[in-house]
């Protein structure tokens, strides 16, 4: 059985989980600015019409959709798909805390941090698991 080394300290820990942290946010940032200068190239000189509630485009209601519009540069795709980072960055911290909490055998805080784990899935995925 192959033995992984855990001589992670608690510093290095959370300096990776704040890279992480900063590096999700940041990405998520540039995306929806992008997607934002792109959505105002191509529809910045129409006047929104604010009295018909039309919501988001069917393609821009599931994961697999948004994704789609995102690598095909749709602007309201890419907007969505940023917000989706943005998102995705704490359920990936709690994830990430899981690991390092595996790799120094502190079993109580594994088990803690994956039910936060579970109960945001839960939550994000609106009940559906």
């Not at 934002?36 to 821009?60: A, C, K």
């Not at 109580?108 to 109960?119: E, K, R």
């Amino acid at each position: 059985m192959m033995h992984l080394k855990h001589n992670w300290t608690d510093e290095q820990i959370e300096q990776i989980v704040g890279n992480l942290l900063r590096i999700g946010v940041m990405a998520a940032a540039v995306v929806v600015l992008v997607g934002g200068i792109l959505y105002l190239i191509h529809s910045g000189t129409t006047m929104p019409n604010y009295r018909v509630f039309h919501g988001e485009p069917s393609d821009l209601r599931s994961l697999s959709g948004i994704a789609g519009d995102a690598f095909s540069r749709r602007p309201q795709g890419l907007i969505q798909f940023g917000l989706l980072l943005l998102i995705a960055t704490p359920v990936a911290r709690v994830a990430l805390s899981v690991f390092a909490f595996a790799l120094q055998r502190d079993r109580t805080y594994v088990l803690v941090t994956l039910i936060v784990l579970a109960l945001l899935m839960y939550s994000l995925t609106g009940g559906r698991l």
